[in-house]
């Protein structure tokens, strides 16, 4: 159990599709992040949310829509993908910014294959 | 631009072997230093951490890594490694006050019964 919750763990999805993924901390922290991770490529940063306010966002397409509703829950609505896009995507959280704390808490990563 | 470098994609060694993993980056001032480990079909955990003080951090399963300012090295080490901790190991750096956690490539090891 990592405090951090991923849904679905794993996601088959044509091109033309809309779907989503979630993410859900349960650790009280008040920034969520999005990172891709794909083979022999350092995590990408996608997204980083502190306090409900998009804080980066790393020249992602838009073809990724990240949604923040509250300190707890962080979504990435995805639509049109590219066979590029299939990669495990990482959600994780923290409490602050670098200063004293800045560790990262990561959930087991949604497997996303788009066909 | 700002980046974390791990020197060795794939490291194989035999159980009590001793381990060291590079990590260079580059960002200026003021950083913060993390090492993660992933291993097979798990997800990402910390393995320990620097912020500032002694510049040698212990961190959990008898790992350590040193932080030389000069040379913006953060390496990690284990006097004698076993079978269990065939993972990935993921540098990672971000600036003080800052979200923005950047991260190496990632250093597959695996050790040998």
């Known amino acids: 159990e990592t405090g951090v919750t991923q849904t679905p763990r794993h996601l088959v999805m044509g091109m033309t599709n809309k779907k989503s993924l979630k993410c859900e901390q349960h650790?009280?922290?008040?920034?969520m992040y999005w990172y891709k991770q794909s083979a022999k490529k350092p995590l990408e940063l996608m997204f980083v949310y502190s306090l409900e306010e998009r804080v980066e966002n790393n020249s992602v397409p838009s073809r990724f829509s990240p949604e923040c509703p509250n300190s707890s829950h962080l979504f990435l609505h995805l639509h049109t993908l590219q066979p590029e896009d299939s990669a495990l995507y990482l959600c994780?959280?923290?409490?602050?910014?670098?200063?004293?704390?800045?560790?990262?808490?990561f959930g087991e990563g949604s497997r996303l294959t788009v066909l | 631009a700002q980046s974390v470098s791990q020197h060795n994609h794939h490291v194989i060694l035999s159980e009590a072997a001793s381990l060291e993993l590079g990590c260079n980056y580059s960002?200026?001032?003021?950083?913060?230093l993390f090492w993660y480990v992933q291993y097979p079909g798990q997800h990402l955990q910390l393995l320990l951490k620097y912020f500032s003080g002694d510049p040698l951090v212990k961190g959990i399963k008898g790992f350590e890594a040193e932080f030389i300012k000069s040379k913006f090295s953060f390496n990690l080490r284990k006097p004698s490694v076993q079978w269990s901790d065939t993972a990935e190991y993921f540098c990672?750096?971000?600036?003080?006050?800052?979200?923005?956690?950047?991260f190496g490539a990632g250093t597959r090891l695996t050790v040998k019964p």
């Open positions: 990672a750096v971000n600036r003080y006050n800052n979200n923005d956690m950047r």
């Open positions: 650790l009280g922290h008040n920034a």
């Open positions: 960002y200026g001032g003021t950083v913060n």
């Open positions: 994780a959280s923290s409490q602050g910014g670098g200063g004293a704390h800045g560790e990262l808490f």
